[in-house]
């Protein structure tokens, strides 16, 4: 490969992720920013979706690439059925010895972020379905989808573009600040990059993902009242 293709590819990974950073810590500016907590959540949402327009523009213009390289594969319903229950049943489990770590460890220490979040979507279902379904599409084609699939290109090692963008991956969700949150987000990360270069199917990372996030924020809502 190219010294400039290299170089572009960095970049474009780069102003992707720093992007997403800033979005993703947004909501701890509330009080500095005099906004309520709905605003807030909502322009973080659409700031992902700006941020994954922009990653686009900058990879079609500079680049000179399709977003997504990696071919899609097409699968029957029940393919989609049994791998989203497998993966469920994975996350469950690290969830669970995740939240004992912490109640041992960190027993009250609750999240500042999650928070607000359970907060907010307690009187707006509607803004957590469109947090669910932003975080969905947008984290699993910008990380796995163009992420993970560059890294593998640059490094020409599977293990390096899934602990990379994984930890990329888990940076973002460092906002939450505790400890479940790092051990999920990891595993999550993991096990999201071995299935799409396992069965080069995006959909079902998506599906998975607004799934997943929609029954966190349904029992944390559940555990707050």
Known sequence: MRKNSIYTILFNIIITVALLFL???FLIFQNALNLNSTTIVFFQGVGKWITLTISFILVRQIEK??????EEKKYNLFFYFKNIILFFIILMIANILAGKTSLFFFPNHESEKLSILTTTFKTNKYLLLFTAITAGIVEE????????????????????S????????LLMHLSYGNF?????STIFGILSSIYYLKFSNIKLLIFAHIIWDMIAFMIALHIKN
């Open 162 to 169: 899934v602990f990379s963008s994984t930890f990329l991956f």
């Open 23 to 25: 979005v993703s810590y």
């Open 141 to 160: 084609i910008i990380f796995r989808g163009y992420i993970l699939i560059r890294l593998l290109v640059l490094t020409k090692s599977k293990f390096l």
């Open 180 to 184: 479940i949150s790092v051990i999920t």
């Open 65 to 70: 690439n399709d977003y997504l390289t990696l």
